[in-house]
């Protein structure tokens, strides 16, 4: 069983900055890909930010230049930090993971969610 557990959401002004954590337990051996997702109100959920282990990271327009995603492999953990946000910014964000077990068998992982709203 795997879990991934989020943290870092709250309110905060146009502007300012939050840094979310997700971090991913259980019986794993292979990280493949660790991802953020987002869900606006009313919206479909989109992608955000994408590290495929040891090939690439890649970001959605609308937060390039503006968030950055990293990894701690040790802690398997992965981080989005966001600057200078926007209100179009206010979503669930959704942390997902691409694991492999022992036997090479791979699954998609979501996180529960955690609240992000960007308003004065």
């Known amino acids: 069983q795997v879990q991934l557990v989020e943290s870092g959401g709250g309110l905060v002004q146009p502007g300012g900055s939050l840094r979310l954590s997700c971090a991913a337990s259980g019986s794993f051996s292979t990280v493949n890909a660790m991802s953020w997702y987002r869900q606006p109100p009313g919206k479909e959920r989109e992608l955000v930010a994408i590290?495929?282990?040891?090939?690439?990271?890649n970001y959605a327009d609308s937060v390039k230049g503006r968030f950055t995603i990293s990894r701690d492999a040790a802690k398997n953990t992965v981080y989005l930090q966001m600057n200078s946000l926007k209100p179009e910014d206010t979503a669930v964000y959704y942390c997902?993971?691409?694991?492999?077990?022992?036997?090479?068998?791979?699954?998609?992982?979501w996180g529960q969610g955690t609240q992000v709203t960007v308003s004065s």
């Open positions: 997902n993971a691409d694991l492999s077990n022992l036997y090479r068998l791979r699954n998609v992982y």
């Open positions: 590290i495929i282990v040891g090939t690439s990271t």
